[in-house]
């Protein structure tokens, strides 16, 4: 289970520095693709039936994904922190 976790930790991260790529470049659109997919990744990885440390990696990655399209977007985007 260790190694399907750490290619998961992977994959997020992989996709975190696209999207931060993509945003350097002036591509948001692509950025946001990047960061969904991130997000997706995460949430399917929360389902009841899998093990609790899947999940809370998977919470992980969700929340990762949601804190670096904030700091990308800030808070001119509407990306800011929320009250």
Known sequence: MLTTLDG????ARELERRARDAHLAGDS????RHLH?????GAANREPEVPQLVDLVGKT???????????LTGPEAGGGAQP
């Open 8 to 11: 998961m930790r992977a994959v």
């Open 29 to 32: 659109a692509g950025a946001a």
């Open 37 to 41: 997919a991130m997000k997706q990744l």
């Open 61 to 71: 990655i969700a929340e990762r994904a949601d804190a670096v399209l904030s700091e």
